[in-house]
């Protein structure tokens, strides 16, 4: 089994920078791909980011050049920790983000609790 915790989110003004954090715990071994998604108010969940195992990075068309994922895995310690480094914000990116976690399959392991992110000024 796969645990994810996020952190990070929170009330920002238009413009400003939030990061968000995901590590996960357990059989991170089964882990591929991370990703973030988001859920606004009555709208579906969509994909924010992805990043996978070797690095190569996937953005929606609406983050492109603001957002930024990255990852810190560490076989040793057992760690795997994504993150989302989020800048000029808009009120549209005003929604909740989940993590998740996939297999190479594309197989879904788990997801995270989420965390609400709130821009307005």
């Known amino acids: 089994q796969v645990q994810l915790v996020e952190s990070g989110g929170g009330l920002v003004q238009p413009g400003g920078p939030l990061r968000l954090s995901c590590a996960a715990s357990g059989d991170i071994f089964r882990i591929y791909v991370m990703g973030w998604y988001r859920q606004a108010p009555g709208e579906v969940r969509e994909m924010v980011a992805k990043?996978?195992?070797?690095?190569?990075?996937?953005?929606?068309?609406s983050v492109k050049g603001r957002f930024t994922i990255s990852r810190d895995r560490d076989s040793d310690k057992n760690t795997d920790t994504v993150y989302l480094q989020t800048d000029s914000l808009k009120p549209e990116d005003t929604a909740v983000y989940y993590c998740?976690?996939?297999?190479?399959?594309?197989?879904?392991?788990?997801w995270g609790q989420g965390t609400q992110v709130t821009v307005s000024s």
């Open positions: 998740n976690a996939e297999r190479a399959s594309g197989a879904i392991l788990s």
């Open positions: 990043i996978s195992r070797s690095g190569r990075q996937t953005y929606a068309d």
